[in-house]
């Protein structure tokens, strides 16, 4: 037999809200959700991700190894 009230309320229409706006609607335990980073304004997913080299770091790996660049 299964235990009775044991499991969590499901709310399938929950709302996702980053920076006070709403994103998405998804399936939770809370009613609402506050998340302050998403595939949207991620510099990853977004694209203006940028890798900064700022004391020469490859090249001192590079002549660390004698690779060739």
Request: with cysteine; glycine share 8%.
């Amino acid at each position: 037999m299964t235990k009775k009230n044991i499991h969590p309320t499901w709310y399938a229409d929950s709302k996702v809200y980053c920076d006070g706006k709403h994103i998405m609607t998804i399936g939770s335990t809370k009613p609402e959700l506050h998340v302050d980073i998403w595939s949207g304004n991620h510099p990853f997913f977004t694209g203006s991700q940028k890798i900064i080299d700022t004391e020469g770091r490859v090249e001192k790996f590079m002549k660390k190894y004698k690779l060739k660049s």
